[in-house]
């Protein structure tokens, strides 16, 4: 019998049973040689199917789970290459994107960077993850939007989703919030003191080490 359960912080019901789904297989609950059904996990969850499907195509988007036609859907073991292809997208576009912003942003962008940065100190100090990881986010986006790229922000944003289906956040690695925080102030510092070179190589610094850690986690 299966053991899942909905995450109540989620922001929607498609978003609490990818999550949920993506927890299962993380904790061999759900494997990959067996066939489960939308309504098994709609009865599960006391939920409707419409969201059952919808968070199950997200992850299918992801690549961790194969949808099949009128049987439910199948898990695909997580493979460390869609780590490592998604963080070589980031690394494409956010480190040159962090230069343009510390020669490009407004004062007012600056200040709604090192607010997005304060957040997750604040967030770090509490060790509360639920907030942190969205200040995170927010820092990242505000960073490519401070740079004129609101399409780069976009793509990262879907990217920084699927990669978050796809396995544990780091902290499950060892690092924590944190370290994370530390590694974003030198960006923040090189951008908001317009050394462009400094931003670049700090955002690249830390796409890497968050790749490393990610790959490691689902090998």
Not at 6 to 16: N, Q
Not at 124 to 142: K, Q, T, V, Y
Request: hydrophobic letters at 45%.
């Amino acid at each position: 019998m299966l053991v899942l359960s909905l995450p109540p912080e989620a922001p929607t019901l498609a978003d609490a049973v990818a999550r949920s789904v993506r927890d299962g297989v993380a904790a061999g609950e759900l494997v990959p040689d067996r066939t489960y059904s939308v309504y098994q996990l709609a009865e599960l969850f006391g939920v409707s199917r419409s969201p059952v499907r919808e968070g199950l195509l997200r992850l299918a988007e992801a690549g961790l789970v194969k949808i099949i036609r009128n049987r439910g859907f199948r898990v695909l073991p997580p493979r460390a290459h869609d780590i490592e292809e998604i963080i070589g997208i980031r690394l494409a576009l956010e480190p040159p994107a962090a230069r343009q912003a510390a020669e490009l942003a407004t004062d007012e962008q600056r200040a709604t960077i090192r607010a997005a940065l304060g957040a997750m100190a604040a967030a770090a100090a509490r060790g509360d993850d639920a907030s942190f990881w969205p200040a995170d986010r927010e820092l990242h986006d505000r960073l490519l939007r401070a740079s004129g790229r609101p399409r780069t922000a976009a793509i990262v944003e879907q990217l920084r989703s699927t990669t978050a289906l796809l396995g544990p956040p780091t902290t499950a690695g060892g690092r924590t919030l944190t370290e994370i925080h530390a590694e974003h102030e030198p960006v923040v510092a090189a951008v908001l003191g317009r050394d462009g070179a400094g931003a670049e190589a700090a955002m690249r610094a830390h796409l890497e080490a968050t790749g490393t850690l990610l790959m490691a986690s689902v090998r």
